[in-house]
């Protein structure tokens, strides 16, 4: 059974750091992408960015390059999304998921974590 938790969520000032990190069970990372997401309130659920471990490829919305890295540590099956100058807009649940697919849209994945919060404070 594939399994996502995720940790590291809370509240942040802007200008500020947090680093997610997203513990993955039932599958074996180098078959799959695997990525971060957000949902703000009234809004739909966007990627964030993602990772696919059998090429290194790798995927950023155009609102966190440069501030955002994702980086995945296949032996421990865990993933992490290093978010430096967070700015109120970061403010969302953060969710991890999987897929066999190769992209970053929402609709291609197919298993999700239960997201964890991050709120950035002005």
């Known amino acids: 059974e594939v399994q996502l938790v995720e940790s590291g969520g809370g509240l942040v000032q802007a200008g500020g750091s947090l680093r997610l990190s997203c513990a993955a069970s039932?599958?074996?990372?180098?078959?799959?992408?695997i990525g971060w997401f957000r949902q703000a309130p009234g809004k739909e659920r966007e990627g964030v960015s993602c990772?696919?471990?059998?090429?290194?490829?790798?995927y950023y919305a155009d609102s966190v390059k440069g501030r955002f890295t994702i980086s995945s540590d296949n032996a421990k099956n865990t993933l992490y999304l290093q978010m430096n100058s967070l700015k109120p807009e970061d403010t969302a649940v953060y969710y991890c998921?999987?897929?066999?697919?190769?992209?970053?849209?929402?609709?291609?994945?197919?298993?999700w974590g239960q997201g964890t919060q991050v709120t950035v404070s002005s």
């Open positions: 039932g599958f074996t990372f180098d078959d799959y992408a």
């Open positions: 990772i696919r471990s059998s090429d290194g490829s790798t």
């Open positions: 998921a999987a897929t066999m697919g190769y992209g970053c849209a929402t609709y291609e994945y197919d298993y």
